[in-house]
C-alpha cells in the first residue's frame, strides 16, 4: 500500500494551526470532507472524538494516528497534517505530537483500516522518516518525501 492510494495531494496540511486534540481531528476532517463531500466535518470529527475516548491514538515519538470508521464511503481516505508547535494529544509517551496521519475507512472494511494502520505504523516507526516530515520546508516537500518513501517501497 503506497501513502499517496491514500492520502491525496490536496489531503497534505503542513501547517495545522489547532491547539488542541479536538481542534487537529476538526480541521483533518474538513480536509476529508472536502475530498469526500457526503461526510461532514461535524460529524466525522464526533466519530474521531469517539474513538479517542476508547484511548489516544497518539503513538508516541511526536506522531497521532487518529482513525475511524464511517458509513457511507466506498473507501479508504486518508490526510496527513503537521503542527510545528506540536499539540498534547495525550500520547503514550505523555509528548506532544507534530505528525498526524487521519485515517477514514468504510464502516465494513476491517481488512483495509488495518493495512493502512500497519503501513503508517511501520514508517512512522523510522527515525529518519519522522525528522524528514517534521524538518521538511513545505507541503511540497512532505509530498515529496512520500513519493519517495513510496518509490522505495
Given at each position: 500500500?503506497?501513502?499517496?492510494?491514500?492520502?491525496?495531494?490536496?489531503?497534505?496540511?503542513?501547517?495545522?494551526?489547532?491547539?488542541?486534540?479536538?481542534?487537529?481531528?476538526?480541521?483533518?476532517?474538513?480536509?476529508i470532507?472536502?475530498?469526500?463531500?457526503?461526510?461532514?466535518?461535524?460529524?466525522?470529527?464526533?466519530?474521531?472524538?469517539?474513538?479517542?475516548?476508547?484511548?489516544?491514538?497518539?503513538?508516541g515519538?511526536?506522531?497521532?494516528?487518529?482513525?475511524?470508521?464511517?458509513?457511507?464511503?466506498?473507501?479508504?481516505?486518508?490526510?496527513?497534517?503537521?503542527?510545528?508547535?506540536?499539540?498534547?494529544?495525550?500520547?503514550?509517551?505523555?509528548?506532544?505530537?507534530?505528525?498526524?496521519?487521519?485515517?477514514?475507512?468504510?464502516?465494513?472494511?476491517?481488512?483495509?483500516?488495518?493495512?493502512?494502520?500497519?503501513?503508517?505504523?511501520?514508517?512512522?516507526?523510522?527515525e529518519?522518516?519522522?525528522?524528514?516530515?517534521?524538518?521538511?520546508?513545505?507541503?511540497?516537500?512532505?509530498?515529496?518525501?512520500?513519493?519517495?518513501e513510496?518509490?522505495?517501497?
Amino acid at each position: 500500500m503506497k501513502i499517496q492510494d491514500i492520502v491525496s495531494q490536496e489531503a497534505v496540511l503542513d501547517d495545522l494551526r489547532a491547539e488542541t486534540k479536538e481542534g487537529v481531528l476538526r480541521e483533518l476532517s474538513e480536509v476529508i470532507a472536502k475530498i469526500v463531500p457526503k461526510l461532514s466535518a461535524d460529524s466525522l470529527t464526533g466519530i474521531l472524538m469517539e474513538r479517542e475516548s476508547l484511548g489516544s491514538t497518539g503513538i508516541g515519538d511526536g506522531v497521532a494516528i487518529p482513525h475511524g470508521k464511517v458509513a457511507g464511503i466506498e473507501r479508504l481516505v486518508a490526510a496527513f497534517g503537521r503542527s510545528r508547535n506540536g499539540v498534547q494529544f495525550h500520547s503514550l509517551d505523555g509528548k506532544p505530537a507534530y505528525l498526524f496521519f487521519l485515517i477514514v475507512a468504510p464502516e465494513y472494511s476491517a481488512g483495509m483500516h488495518l493495512k493502512a494502520l500497519a503501513r503508517i505504523s511501520r514508517l512512522l516507526k523510522d527515525e529518519r522518516f519522522r525528522r524528514s516530515l517534521v524538518e521538511a520546508a513545505d507541503a511540497d516537500e512532505l509530498r515529496r518525501i512520500f513519493r519517495e518513501e513510496d518509490a522505495r517501497s
